[in-house]
Nanobody, 125 residues
Framework: QVQLVESGGGLVQAGGSLRLSCAAS????????IGWFRQAPGKEREFVAA????????DYADSVKGRFTISRDNTKNTVYLQMNSLKPEDTGVYYC??????????????????WGQGTQVTVSS
């Protein structure tokens, strides 16, 4: 059974930083792309960043480019999201999700099959 567990969320002031982690278990982690999505209250879940199975390709939403960095360590079955220069509009529940390699690197949340439970990020102004 696939399990994804997010951690690292919290409360931070605008301009601050957080690093989220997504730990995977249950199957061969390095066979799958991993994406980060977020959902603010009353809004749809939106794409944040994604990294390919090998780690050689990444993709970011325009709203986080230059501020967020996604990376992965396949020896630890973990993906990271380093978030710098945080803004109040970055507030939400952050989810990591797994996508099969056959789909390519995607911003489409329907390409992701397994999801973690999420971690709350709150940025105060």
């Amino acid at each position: 059974q696939v399990q994804l567990v997010e951690s690292g969320g919290g409360l931070v002031q605008a301009g601050g930083s957080l690093r989220l982690s997504c730990a995977a278990s249950g199957r061969t982690f390095s066979n799958y792309h991993i994406g980060w999505f977020r959902q603010a209250p009353g809004k749809e879940r939106e794409f944040v960043a994604a990294i390919s199975w090998s780690g050689d390709r990444t993709d970011y939403a325009d709203s986080v480019k230059g501020r967020f960095t996604i990376s992965r360590d396949n020896t630890k079955n973990t993906v990271y999201l380093q978030m710098n220069s945080l803004k109040p509009e970055d507030t939400g529940v952050y989810y990591c999700a797994e996508s099969a390699r056959v789909y390519g690197l995607s911003q489409n949340r329907f390409r992701y099959s397994y999801w973690g439970q999420g971690t709350q990020v709150t940025v105060s102004s």
